[in-house]
């Protein structure tokens, strides 16, 4: 297989790399008219992103709605057929990388068994007229795993391991909370045995007391299981607290990707900061001291991104004229190459 | 300062096919003139509902206010009739909802949106009320106010729709404002926007607002005092500070303990209030978060914890006390 496009490997040099996505792009075409119908823009959802997870690693995705984080992960998974770039993931059996992109078919049907997802809505992603127990089994079937007995036992032994009673199986979505719920969600994506799970948002709809519950189950699955996570959010007390290294995201672009500590520590891009500096700490003493950079203005529409840096409109930093906003800046390592830090701006 | 609103004992059923739900079960508190109260809690605690029922928005059926007074400025809002109210609602007490995407009314333009409330309240005409409404606008940051006037709800984001609400809720210089949860359908940077925004008018304007939400940090920033509700009543109550530095109440400080924090030093694993709330129809006799309580004694089987004074203006309902895990 012939591996094209800028090959950025965001992680260190000597890792175990489960998932390498290189210039990973999804438009969504705009089109008029209904007989001739023509495509007339793009949004450009995802554009151009690099990045690569390691094996057993958390690596944290966030951005406010919009910036394409949650499409980041449907087109890594192939739920969208992305409009360009590769999807290198390590199949297990092999060894080698495989490109998500070029496979179909059976071969792909075969790799989904190694890479679920967990939805944001717990409401929404559970098939209401399905059992709790056929939700959770349904990956089973469809992958050819158990029968009979042996379906029960691990259908069992999937609730159990995700906190519910091994009773509920009979029960029906409406009579679990969301807390509940999520914990079905998680049950379902763990029964195919993946090596790689996207959580898309997964705590953000529950309430705080719930939360806390739901992420120190994910952590004790990751560890018991030796999981990877695509863990995205816009919670950034959060992100931090679960991930091994973060990504930020702005208007399809990767702006800053590096070690949590590192990122928390030694934001550089001016959007992570502006990003941190807004998450209200619960802590009146430390609020009152505390800076804040306030971000004029909307995020603009991915339909007509700005040209050059795409975050020089409401950047308090964006000063060099004819380069901020007209040259798009490169996306460069300016850490160490045991200790990579990424980020895209022509003023770090 | 004087006391602007004095909520006494109120107290809000739903009365349901399965029964009576007790949304708010008797709170009493005050809101003194210019002050921010933070009203904190999770889903179902009845922050809302007790927020919506200060200004009798609580459709019925199947919801009533069952008991309880609302004084605000000497007036009791629960036994004034439905006219005096109409004068009150969005004049003396305005109101910012939670969903800026459904909360206004999209087959009008925004401009009328604005005006309907000056003219209704304060008598302007047409003329008058237009000239208002582009000042609101650009009072709360959008720009080229006078060209937008004319632009329908769907032509602005999410953060625009919200400054809308919030030009609304003050477009006729209310004294208080009720904000319920402005923030929460918007983006950590949009939010920054728009509580700095709602704080900067306060302070110019002397208006003292009700500030209902879920997020402790956000309660943490803009809050002069804090009431945290738990189950339809207030469980706790005092100065942000105490609040968050001394929380007295064991819902309180697993509320603040389950949230991790941007600048604390990482924690292994999150402390999370095991269980789940309880179901308001059926509430438990005794304490309704004795379940989900690591300080149980005997007693909280038996009585609920009135509010007792741990501190000055410190209130906490709860038999036991956390700093030492004994009975009082």
């Given at each position: 297989?012939?591996?094209t496009?800028s ?5 260190n040099?000597?890792?175990d ?18 007989i ?9 959802a ?8 390691k ?25 969208y ?6 999807v290198?993931f ?8 495989i490109?998500l ?5 059976e ?6 068994r ?26 089973l ?13 691990r259908?069992?032994?999937l ?10 199986a009979?029960?029906?979505?409406h ?7 999520q ?28 939360q ?24 950034l007390s959060?992100?931090?607290h ?43 003493v ?13 995020v603009?529409s991915p ?10 409109p ?14 798009m ?20 | 300062m ?21 949304a ?15 009203l904190?809690?999770?889903?179902g ?5 007790s ?42 007490i ?9 909360s ?48 329908y ?27 319920d ?24 304007l ?5 500030l ?31 609040i ?5 109440h ?12 941007l ?44 509010l ?6 410190h ?6 006390d ?6 009082r």
């Amino acid at each position: 297989m012939t591996i094209t496009g800028s090959n950025i490997t965001t992680t260190n040099a000597n890792d175990d790399i489960l998932l390498d996505v290189r210039d990973l792009t999804m438009f969504f075409p705009v089109t008029r008219g209904i007989i001739f119908e023509r495509k007339v823009a793009d949004v450009k959802a995802v554009d151009h992103i690099s990045f690569t997870v390691k094996r057993g690693e958390t690596l944290g995705l966030v951005g406010e709605s919009g910036c394409g984080k949650t499409t980041t992960g449907r087109a890594i998974l192939q739920l969208y057929k992305p409009t360009d770039g590769q999807v290198l993931f390590q199949d297990d059996d092999e060894g080698n990388f495989i490109d998500l992109t070029k496979i179909k078919g059976e071969r792909m049907r075969r790799m989904r068994r190694k890479m679920q997802i967990i939805f944001q809505d717990p409401y929404g992603s559970l098939n209401p007229r399905m059992s709790c127990g056929s939700i959770v089994g349904e990956p089973l079937t469809i992958h050819g795993l158990a029968k009979g007995k042996e379906y029960r036992d691990r259908v069992e032994e999937l609730l159990t391991i995700v906190g519910l009673h091994p009773y509920f199986a009979s029960r029906y979505p409406h009579e679990f909370s969301g807390g509940q719920r999520q914990r079905i969600g998680i049950a379902r994506a763990l029964a195919a045995s993946p090596s790689f799970i996207v959580c898309d948002e997964p705590v953000s709809a529950l309430d705080v007391s719930i939360q806390a519950q739901i992420i120190n189950l994910l952590e004790e699955l990751q560890a018991r299981f030796g999981l990877t996570y695509l863990f995205i959010a816009h919670d950034l007390s959060v992100v931090r607290h679960i991930s091994d290294r973060v990504a930020v995201m702005y208007l399809g672009k990767i702006a800053e990707i590096t070690d949590r500590v590192e990122l928390y520590e030694n934001p550089l891009h001016p959007y992570t900061k502006a990003l941190l500096s807004a998450v209200p700490i619960p802590d009146p003493v430390v609020e009152a001291t505390r800076e804040r950079i306030i971000l004029q203005g909307d995020v603009p529409s991915p339909l007509h991104p700005p040209s050059g840096c795409n975050f020089h409109p409401r950047c308090p930093i964006a000063l060099v004229p004819g380069v901020c906003n007209e040259v798009m800046p490169e996306f460069r390592n300016v850490g160490t190459a045991d200790n990579p830090h990424f980020v895209a701006c022509h003023r770090v | 300062m004087g006391v602007l609103l004095q909520v006494k004992d109120l107290a809000t059923q739903f009365f349901t096919q399965e029964g009576v739900v007790k949304a708010v079960d008797g709170i009493t508190y005050d809101v003194e003139e210019g002050e921010t109260l933070g009203l904190v809690g999770e889903s179902g605690c009845g922050k809302s509902v007790s927020a919506m029922s200060l200004l009798r928005l609580i459709p019925n059926p199947p919801g009533r206010i069952v008991r309880g007074e609302v004084l605000f400025d000497g007036e009791d809002l629960v036994k004034v009739d439905e006219a005096r109210l109409r004068e009150i609602r969005g004049n003396k007490i305005g109101m910012i909802f939670q969903e800026p995407m459904t909360s206004l009314n999209p087959v009008l333009t925004i401009g009328r949106q604005l005006t309907e409330a000056l003219e209704l309240h304060l008598g302007m005409d047409r003329n008058a009320a237009n000239k208002r409404a582009a000042e609101l606008l650009h009072m709360v940051g959008i720009p080229e106010a006078e060209t937008r006037l004319s632009d329908y709800p769907h032509q602005f984001s999410g953060g625009m729709r919200q400054r809308v609400m919030i030009a609304i809720g003050l477009s006729c210089n209310p004294r208080l404002l009720l904000a319920d949860e402005p923030t929460t359908a918007l983006d950590v940077t949009i939010q920054a926007q728009i509580l700095e925004l709602i704080k900067r008018l306060s302070r110019e304007l002397g208006t003292s607002v009700i500030l209902i939400t879920h997020n402790l940090g956000v309660v943490a920033r803009y809050a002069d005092r804090v009431n945290v509700m738990y189950a339809g009543r207030i469980i706790e109550t005092g100065t942000a500070r105490d609040i968050y530095g001394l929380p007295r109440h064991p819902y309180t400080l697993g509320l603040l303990k389950s949230v991790p924090r941007l600048d604390q030093a990482m924690k292994e694993k999150l402390d999370p209030i095991e269980g789940l709330p309880p179901d308001l129809i059926d509430l438990p006799p005794g304490c309704p978060f004795r379940p989900r309580c690591k300080f149980t004694i005997d007693k909280c089987a038996v009585e609920y914890p009135p509010l007792i004074t741990v501190g000055e203006n410190h209130r906490a309902a709860c038999w036991v006390d956390v700093t030492t895990g004994q009975a009082r």
